[in-house]
């Protein structure tokens, strides 16, 4: 999991909840200083913050929050029932997020892979899948690995 100042930033993020209109500086000002800021494009901005095993990266259009590019929570506790149950569901294309949430549990990553497109990853001690959304809908496994 995560340490204790990376358990801070997190709930920092839970606490603001919707981040929708608010700016760069009123989340500054709840969850602290961002370790990068990088430009994008023109009136873009990318922060990210990390602590102990936490990660967030927030795009900024104007100055304004736009969208959350990608968030780590770090390795998931109970690698091999994760990959029992990712077992138990069978052929992954076509099903929702929240049908195989419900069955191995919440993601620990997510990154912005495309126009609609995101991959969420389930990452543990010894076992490690990827899947690429399209919407709602699991295209497939970009990758997967067990230790």
Same mark, same amino acid.
């Given at each position: 999991?995560?340490?204790?100042?990376?358990?801070?930033?997190?709930?920092?993020?839970?606490?603001?909840?919707?981040?929708?209109?608010?700016?760069?500086?009123?989340? &500054?000002? =709840? %969850?602290?200083? +961002?370790? /990068?800021?990088?430009?994008?494009?023109?009136?873009?901005?990318? *922060?990210?913050?990390?602590?102990?095993?936490?990660?967030?990266?927030?795009?900024?259009?104007?100055?304004?929050?736009?969208?959350?590019?990608?968030?780590?929570?770090?390795?998931?506790?109970?690698?091999?029932?994760?990959?029992?149950?990712?077992?138990?569901?069978?052929?992954?294309?076509?099903?929702?997020?929240?049908? &195989?949430? =419900? %069955?191995?549990? +919440?993601? /620990?990553?997510?990154?912005?892979?495309?126009?609609?497109?995101? *991959?969420?990853?389930?990452?543990?001690?010894?076992?490690?899948?990827?899947?690429?959304?399209?919407?709602?809908?699991?295209?497939?496994?970009?990758?997967?690995?067990?230790?």
């Amino acid at each position: 999991m995560f340490d204790l100042s990376g358990q801070r930033l997190q709930q920092g993020f839970a606490r603001l909840g919707d981040l929708t209109g608010r700016t760069a500086d009123e989340i &500054i000002a =709840a %969850v602290g200083v +961002p370790v /990068s800021q990088s430009m994008t494009g023109p009136g873009q901005a990318l *922060l990210q913050w990390q602590s102990g095993s936490y990660h967030i990266g927030v795009l900024f259009e104007q100055g304004r929050f736009a969208g959350i590019m990608s968030e780590d929570s770090g390795p998931l506790p109970g690698g091999r029932a994760l990959a029992q149950g990712f077992a138990s569901l069978g052929d992954l294309v076509g099903r929702s997020k929240d049908e &195989i949430v =419900a %069955v191995v549990g +919440p993601y /620990s990553s997510f990154s912005v892979a495309g126009p609609h497109q995101v *991959l969420l990853q389930w990452q543990s001690d010894v076992y490690h899948v990827a899947l690429l959304f399209e919407g709602d809908s699991c295209v497939g496994i970009t990758h997967e690995f067990a230790i």
